[in-house]
């Protein structure tokens, strides 16, 4: 089964406009983390936003939002004030268990395209 | 700037030759990773190293044999590769700290071609 699920493989917004790239997520591990990284046409992944499994808080960053729904396992990324430099592809991963030198899970990803 | 560097950028070579993708960050990281990336596709992970010891592999063929040599540097021997080995390789680092999100820090990418 998919643990990480990003249904929209393409996405068109308006500059200026908002846009939701959703990710649902599967685990049974009780501690985990969430992440969206975006990957410019350039290779190199950028990350943007991370939202724990304890977090009671959305998390946000500048632009970015996260929509975090845990019963309903669902991690979608706002991305407000589109702009034409936010056209890149974007993944959704997820890390299970505690910290770093864990397995982190990528999506297949959300190409986004900002037009004028 | 990124703070993990690879090199190449670029590199061909063809399925007899030998050669070696390196990696390098100076963010005092201890969890260093190797990921391949396919066009159009996510990021698949190959190799962590966690205090410089090997702590996964996903069942990589042998003919990529990755190195840890210090806490520092990360290097991806090739040998013998296939054309369908032709990818995108990443390399990132992660804290290894209690309370760490877990968040992987990567390069720009070694763009492999294997004729």
């Known amino acids: 089964a998919q643990k990480i699920t990003q249904t929209q493989p393409g996405m068109f917004v308006q500059e200026k406009e908002a846009v939701t790239l959703d990710c649902t997520y599967d685990?049974?591990?009780?501690?985990?983390?969430l992440f969206w990284y975006k990957q410019p046409s350039s290779g190199e992944m950028i990350f943007l936003i991370y939202?724990?499994?304890?977090?009671?808080q959305n998390a946000t960053e500048g632009r970015y939002s996260l929509n975090f729904q845990k019963a309903r396992k669902s991690a979608n990324l706002v991305i407000s004030a589109s702009q034409l430099g936010d056209s890149a592809m974007y993944f959704c991963?997820?890390?299970?268990?505690?910290?770093?030198?864990?397995?982190?899970?990528f999506g297949t990803g959300t190409q986004l395209k900002v037009e004028l | 700037d990124t703070e993990v560097t690879q090199t190449p950028k670029h590199l061909v070579m063809g399925m007899t030759n030998k050669k070696s993708l390196k990696c390098e960050q100076h963010?005092?990281?201890?969890?260093m990773y190797w990921y391949k990336q396919k066009a159009k596709k996510p990021p698949e992970l190959m190799f962590v190293?966690?205090?410089?010891?090997?702590?996964i592999n996903e069942s990589v063929p042998s003919r990529f044999s990755p190195e840890c040599p210090n806490s520092s540097l990360l290097n991806l021997h090739l040998h013998a590769l296939q054309p369908e080995d032709s990818a995108l390789y990443l390399c990132?680092?992660?804290?290894?700290?209690?309370?760490?999100?877990?968040?992987?820090?990567f390069g720009e990418g070694s763009r492999l071609t294997v004729l």
């Open positions: 939202q724990g499994s304890y977090d009671q």
């Open positions: 991963a997820m890390r299970e268990g505690q910290g770093g030198g864990n397995k982190l899970t």
């Open positions: 685990t049974s591990d009780p501690s985990y983390g």
């Open positions: 190293y966690s205090y410089e010891k090997l702590s």
């Open positions: 963010m005092g990281h201890r969890a």
């Open positions: 990132a680092c992660s804290q290894r700290a209690v309370g760490d999100t877990g968040e992987l820090f």
